[in-house]
């Protein structure tokens, strides 16, 4: 049972935002809600932890996240009900995945309670800021930084975990064109890819920034072996449908364990669909494109939730993806997840938590 306790103090702005949330024009990312939740950790315990205005934090310019990299970083979003109630989706899974990534990059674990106090506290405060517009949500971002003023290379002894919320709409607005990557990597094996440290996008935007420049939206992660296997696509997990099966890349040192990923699954062992979560070659996807039992390609992902590929791109051929229809299995997951983080659908996997 989590309880809303006030050991976070809240110092509320006294100037609110909101009157310039345009559901229009708000995009992904760019326009924050008023408040944020800051906790520091120091002599081995989080400590001080309130709510207070948006606003720049300042850091030494030694901070040691800056140079070496100790951050890390969660996505999860609150949807409006109908009603106006506000649901959070799966926020414990997050929870769970943060301090995964906190144990690898050797910083603290943020106990359950400072998290869903700190979280519950946050979007009741600015509620308001919960998007109504179908497809829109507040996307929300707990994050961790070390602060140790030094430039030892060691892990900090000081850290901020930060919670800040965006009013977003979709990430992609149309079917994205991707080109599979056969010389950078996202992730290694003993690497971090698993696990959500800020590095592992920093090291994509080269790599993606070259594909934009040939005309496609996003790559395809290859492994770092033989460059054959598919990994993610772009900061998404990536299914296909062949021959009626759902097919996703297994779980391991480089793939990250994304809650959507897992939530699609969910859905479609519900709905008896097949699924094989084991190694795909690209060169298995091509066969299966040219022998037409290639069905469905989506990336699944807590910003892009489904998104639909309609293009791929491997070795100077570009493959036409099926295009999706009413009744393919992303468009029925896409439509059965909303349902649910929407409070329309009975939440049989105990997946929101209610604001
Ligand atoms: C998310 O889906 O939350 C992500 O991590 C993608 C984000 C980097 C935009």
Known sequence: MITTETSITVKKTTK??????????????????????????????????????????????????????????????????DQ???????????????????????????????????????????????PKGEGTSLYIRPFMIATDDSLGVKASDTYKFLIITSPVSKYYSDPVKVLVETNYVRAVEGGVGFSKVSGNYGRSLYPTKLAMQKGYQQVIWTDARHHRYIEESGTMNVMFVIDDTVITPPLGDTILAGITRDSVLTIARDWNV????????????????????????????????????????????????PVLKNNSFATRVAMELDEIRKGRKSDKHNWIVSV
């Open 16 to 81: 609110s935002r909101i009157s310039e949330l345009n559901e229009a024009t708000m995009g992904f990312g760019k326009v924050f809600s008023d408040h944020m939740f800051v906790a520091d950790y120091s002599n081995g315990q989080w400590a001080k932890a309130e709510i207070v205005p948006y606003d720049k934090i300042s850091i030494s310019p030694a901070g040691s996240m800056m140079h070496y990299g100790q951050s890390i970083f969660e996505g999860m979003k609150a949807y409006r009900t």
């Open 84 to 130: 106006g109630r506000i649901l959070l989706f799966r926020p414990l899974s997050n929870h769970k995945r943060l301090n995964i990534s906190a144990q690898r990059m050797c910083m603290p674990v943020v106990p359950e309670e400072l998290f869903m106090e700190g979280l519950l506290k946050l979007i009741k405060l600015d509620s308001e800021w919960v």
């Open 274 to 321: 097949k699924v094989e979560e084991r190694k795909i070659s690209i060169d298995e996807l091509i066969d299966a494109h040219k022998a037409g039992t290639l069905q469905e390609a989506f990336g699944v992902g807590t910003a892009a939730t489904i998104a639909p590929i309609s293009l791929i791109g491997y070795e100077g051929i570009d493959y036409s993806m």
